[in-house]
């Protein structure tokens, strides 16, 4: 099930309603006046959520706005809260649905959201008005079973019709005693065909029983085939094996020899070519081990004499230490020149500056001058904002020249409109022309129309003349016979029938005399005439003046919009007053913290800014390498102070003055102690190497030793010649396996697998495979024979098939009883699908109203009941003979036609929200209602409000009413009264 509540509703553009938000957070009620909109709110909720058809959007499209279209915010009980939003000009109206999550969706994904709801299926459950309370008078057991269907399956009243197109289309196909239906047709026609079949079945049994001979005779022959194919590859094999007995003979030899050897012998690869290498390699390296002893024994006599010539190792690593801090002692005394020539050179630009910025200020008030990061972005607003003010004055100045401009326009043409529209009593005089020439019309065709009557009436005179005369003349034989008969009734009947004739004859005077009064006053009336241009001319006239009237009305809303213009006009210019005002203050804030401002243009406090920050900077320079100064002249005293006591301690005299002098004493003594030392360390590496040139030979003779072991091991001997006699005999048995393998190379070129490994097992002679060809020859002569034969009959069958099938009658009649039978087939399948789709229908009707039906009755009971407060207590379904009744609580059952209307509203709203509760648990939609409660009174109003606010809890309900009193007893739904906004639109 899903849970749909509209949070909230943008219009862009709907109808009459532009830019309007509507907030649905809670239950809803819309109070309106008729025309107020309120229908166009419902369809704009149905647009949103199911969108609509070109032309209908164009009829929603407003007239004020060129945007048509908005948004809707809902809560998904799944998904949670996304806006949907749908412009007509955007996707041809499609929906484009945004989650929380930053994603998109499309129309496709909303209708799935929606579990395949439509607009017709929503309007059908969820929606109802004052418009659809009549249904419920007439409504019988199958119409409220129908109605459920429609709304649970599809949403739409279409049924009916499905049912009908079912009927008609099976009494199209067939009817049991008809003959003009498709299938009965057919019946007939094949009926026809099997009787003309009838003479040709007994030559089809003889025409079948020789197809049957030649289906044999055809199968005997490929079984012919094939055992003469056979017969043919085993000769072709029998050739190829004679062709290849000598290399038989060759193999089996070969074969025969192999056997004298071991099955397998262990040998490694190219073992003797190995072991010879390994024996070169391993007499060099033990000549090159005597070498190396000798020259490690000189190498350790030259070290013990170096280690007696050097200095304590202390001592050097102090040397080390002070040559150390050569570079840094030598660049700290350049350090010292550059840093005393930078304090005489920022000492001559800092006056430079001073002298530039002309601000009357001494460098140590510019010292302790402070200047945040944030004041060059202040003092950057300050002059934007003025130059924007300027600007912005300049446009409000244009702007209101603009719109004087335009109102003097629009009043120039409203008043040239005025002029040029007519008086009210000549458009009356233009609209008098046009009835006058349609009362024209008329008259020429009463003038045609009394021609004829004038023929007719003639012949009307004539005949009541004749009637008149032939009744008196009756009369008088009337007369005649009553004197002589004496019967007194004849007076009577002559009485009767001249009062007949001469009524009749009146009668026709009269007429045509009224007749002739109408004519008269028509012609009195047609005394005007109106030619055809005259009524062009006011009709011209007559729609040139609604143009004018609608260019006025154009006009004065145009005029409105630039008063509004002019409003906004005023409200920007007090506006930028205001701002103004605040930049002043501004302004005298910043004199206040820096008094030096006044002297200079507001333009230029960037600049200063940028002036002032590199000044400040120039005094930090200077102070700062005033100190990095005096502390390089101090730690340069200390460095003295170490190299003289050092020098005392290596007892050199004549070590010079100054620092440089000094360390270069001191450098020369630490240099020829480490050459010594690195002397000392060349004759300990080359030791080193030494021992490792002996590590590494060790392990290169270790290493060809242990070859030349695993060899004699893979060839499992312990001797050298074992190895080598070894070594014959694998060769010379790989020498045999190598011709084996050619013999049986040329074996697969002239045998095929299984010749080859039947040869390969056993030996065969050149008699016994003669012995073979020769029995195959013959058996291919006796296949030969068997199918000459075999072709000769199945020769004669075909001819005499030939001659039975030369006649066309049969094959004729047999193809169009097929094709007949064919069309009938298709038609049955077709009738059969149309009667079950029928039957289908039909039972889906009957379950779907038994399962729903109750509990739909036993819901609207409950509605029912509440909002009769209790006087009424039950309802009873309608069904085939009898509509909707109802039981009061004195247990009298009444139609719904014997109640008053307002009842009946009141069934019919119950059984509505009994069916929108039942269906609502599979879509839980917002229900809407609009003005549904016409002919209810203030206690009946209360309950039914009651009952939505209950419905409220579990569904959201929206309700929309023209009537005060309604929206005054909603007291839990949020009120909108939409008639002050639809007044100002």
Same mark, same amino acid.
């Given at each position: 099930m899903i849970d749909l509540k509209i949070l909230d509703a943008t219009i862009y553009g709907f109808g009459k309603w532009v830019d309007y938000k509507i907030d649905f957070s809670d239950a809803t009620c819309i109070y309106g006046e008729n025309e107020s909109g309120k229908s166009t709110i419902q369809k704009f909720i149905l647009f949103m959520l199911f969108g609509l058809t070109p032309k209908q959007r164009t009829f929603y499209r407003p007239k004020t706005s060129g945007k048509m279209g908005g948004k809707?915010?809902?809560?998904?009980?799944?998904?949670?809260?996304?806006?949907?939003?749908?412009?007509?000009?955007?996707?041809?109206?499609?929906?484009?649905?945004f989650t929380k999550d930053g994603k998109t969706y499309d129309e496709a994904w909303l209708k799935e959201q929606l579990n395949g709801m439509t607009a017709k299926t929503y309007e059908s459950i969820f929606s109802f008005s004052a418009l659809d309370l009549t249904e419920i008078r007439n409504?019988?057991?199958?119409?409220?079973?129908?109605?459920?269907?429609?709304?649970?399956?599809?949403?739409?009243?279409?049924?009916?019709?499905?049912? +009908?197109?079912?009927?008609?289309?099976?009494?199209?196909?067939?009817?049991?005693?008809?003959?003009?239906?498709?299938?009965?047709?057919k019946i007939e026609s094949l009926n026809r065909i099997s009787d003309s079949l009838q003479s040709f079945r007994e030559v089809e049994a003889s025409y079948r029983e020789k197809k049957e001979t030649v289906a044999q005779l055809e199968q005997e022959l490929?079984?012919?085939?094939?055992?003469?194919?056979?017969?043919?590859?085993?000769?072709?094999?029998?050739?190829?094996?004679?062709?290849?007995?000598?290399?038989?003979?060759?193999?089996?030899?070969?074969?025969?020899?192999?056997?004298?050897?071991?099955?397998?012998?262990?040998?490694?690869?190219?073992?003797?070519?190995?072991?010879?290498?390994?024996?070169e390699s391993l007499l060099p390296l033990k000549s090159e081990w005597n070498i190396v002893a000798g020259h490690e024994k000189k190498y350790k006599q030259k070290i013990a004499t170096i280690e007696q010539d050097?200095?304590?190792?202390?001592?050097?690593?102090?040397?080390?230490?002070?040559?150390?801090?050569? +570079?840094?002692?030598?660049?700290?005394?350049?350090?010292?020149?550059?840093?005393?020539?930078?304090?005489?050179?920022?000492?001559l630009q800092l006056n430079e500056a001073m002298d530039r910025l002309h601000l009357g200020i001494q460098v140590k008030e510019l010292a302790s001058l402070e200047l945040p990061f944030y004041l060059e972005k202040a003092w950057t607003q300050l002059k934007n904002e003025n130059e924007q003010l300027k600007l912005e004055s300049e446009q409000l100045d244009n702007e209101q020249k603009q719109l004087e401009q335009e109102k003097h326009y629009m009043n120039n043409q409203i008043k040239q409109l005025k002029e040029s529209i007519l008086s009210d009593s000549h458009v009356h005089e233009l609209r008098d022309r046009l009835d006058t020439f349609k009362s024209t019309q008329l008259m020429d065709k009463l003038k045609r129309d009394a021609?004829?009557?004038?023929?007719?009436?003639?012949?009307?005179?004539?005949?009541?003349? #004749?009637?008149?005369?032939?009744?008196?003349?009756?009369?008088?034989?009337?007369?005649?016979?009553?004197i002589l008969t004496d019967y007194s009734w004849l007076y009577t009947i002559m009485l009767l029938t001249l009062v007949l004739g001469i009524g009749q004859w009146l009668m026709t005077k009269r007429t045509n005399k009224e007749f002739d009064h109408v004519l008269e006053d028509y012609h009195e009336q047609s005394g005007q005439q109106v030619?055809?241009?005259?009524?062009?001319?006011?009709?011209?006239?007559?729609?040139?003046?609604? +143009?004018?009237?609608?260019?006025q009305a154009a006009l004065q809303e145009q005029l409105k919009l630039a008063h509004i213009q002019y409003i906004k006009w005023n409200e920007k210019q007090n506006?930028?007053?205001?701002?103004?005002?605040?930049?002043?203050?501004?302004?005298?804030?910043?004199?206040?913290?820096?008094?030096?401002?006044?002297?200079?243009?507001?333009?230029?406090?960037?600049?200063?800014?940028?002036?002032?920050?590199?000044?400040?900077?120039?005094?930090?320079?200077?102070?700062k390498h005033m100190d990095e100064v005096a502390t390089l002249e101090k730690q340069l005293a200390i460095d003295q102070q170490n190299l003289e006591r050092f020098i005392e301690k290596l007892g050199v005299t004549n070590s010079g003055e100054d620092l440089e002098e000094k360390?270069?004493?001191?450098?020369?003594?630490? #240099?020829?102690?480490?050459?010594?030392?690195?002397?000392?360390?060349?004759?300990?590496?080359?030791?080193?190497?030494?021992?490792?040139?002996?590590?590494?030979?060790?392990?290169?003779?270790?290493?060809?030793e242990t070859e030349i072991e695993r060899l004699f091991n893979l060839a499992a001997v312990d001797t050298e010649e074992l190895f080598y006699e070894k070594a014959r005999q694998s060769e010379e048995k790989a020498t045999l396996e190598k011709e084996l393998a050619k013999t049986t190379t040329q074996h697969k070129n002239l045998l095929s697998t299984e010749g080859l490994q039947q040869f390969g097992k056993t030996m065969v002679t050149e008699t016994e495979l003669e012995l073979n060809r020769q029995h195959t020859e013959e058996s291919m002569q006796s296949l030969e024979s068997k199918l000459e034969k075999v072709r000769e009959n199945l020769a004669d069958t075909k001819a005499e098939l030939v001659a039975m099938e030369s006649t066309e009658s049969y094959s004729t009649s047999l193809h169009q009883f097929e094709m007949e039978t064919e069309h009938f087939n298709q038609l049955g399948k077709e009738w059969a699908v149309l009667k079950t789709a029928k039957e289908i229908l039909t039972e889906t009707k009957r379950n779907y109203r038994a399962n729903y039906l109750s509990k739909v009755i036993e819901v609207t009971t409950l509605y029912f009941k509440e909002i009769t407060d209790g006087k009424y207590v039950q309802v009873y379904a309608p069904t085939d003979s009898s509509v909707f009744q109802v039981e009061s609580i004195d247990n009298i059952r009444y139609t719904v036609n014997e109640l008053s209307q307002g009842t009946i509203d009141q069934l019919y709203v119950a059984l509505r929200l009994a069916i929108s509760e039942i269906m609502s648990e599979k879509h839980g939609l917002p229900f809407v209602i609009d003005d549904a409660f016409v002919h209810f009174d203030s206690i009946r109003i209360k309950k039914m409000i009651a009952i939505l606010q209950q419905v409220a809890e579990k569904q959201q309900v929206i309700l929309f009413t023209c009537r005060q009193e309604i929206a005054s007893a909603v007291t839990e739904m949020k009120q909108i009264d939409i008639t002050e906004k639809v007044q100002n639109i």
């Open positions: 809707m915010t809902v809560l998904h009980s799944e998904i949670g809260e996304f806006r949907i939003e749908r412009l007509d000009e955007v996707n041809n109206g499609a929906a484009a649905c409504m019988k057991d199958e119409d409220l079973g129908e109605v459920l269907l429609g709304i649970g399956m599809t949403g739409s009243n279409n049924i009916y019709a499905v049912e +009908k197109q079912l009927d008609a289309k099976i009494g199209e196909l067939f009817k049991p005693t008809g003959k003009k239906p498709l299938m009965n047709q490929t079984q012919l085939q094939i055992e003469m194919k056979e017969e043919k590859k085993v000769a072709f094999t029998i050739e190829k094996q004679l062709h290849a007995l000598p290399v038989i003979h060759e193999y089996h030899k070969l074969k025969k020899q192999l056997e004298d050897y071991p099955e397998t012998i262990k040998f490694p690869e190219n073992g003797v070519s190995r072991l010879e290498k390994w024996k050097l200095h304590a190792k202390e001592i050097g690593q102090e040397a080390k230490g002070l040559l150390d801090e050569k +570079k840094r002692i030598q660049s700290q005394c350049g350090e010292l020149k550059k840093l005393q020539t930078a304090v005489s050179h920022d000492e021609k004829k009557r004038e023929e007719a009436q003639n012949k009307e005179n004539q005949l009541a003349s #004749n009637v008149l005369i032939g009744s008196i003349i009756v009369a008088i034989l009337l007369g005649i016979g009553a030619t055809e241009a005259e009524r062009r001319e006011a009709a011209e006239l007559l729609e040139m003046q609604e +143009k004018y009237k609608s260019e506006l930028l007053a205001e701002r103004e005002q605040r930049l002043e203050e501004q302004i005298c804030r910043h004199y206040e913290s820096h008094p030096f401002l006044k002297q200079m243009e507001m333009a230029y406090w960037p600049e200063l800014y940028h002036h002032l920050k590199h000044v400040l900077k120039l005094i930090k320079d200077w102070q360390l270069q004493t001191i450098e020369q003594i630490h #240099n020829v102690q480490l050459e010594k030392r690195k002397e000392l360390n060349y004759y300990k590496q080359l030791l080193a190497d030494l021992k490792e040139k002996q590590r590494e030979l060790q392990e290169s003779m270790q290493t060809y």
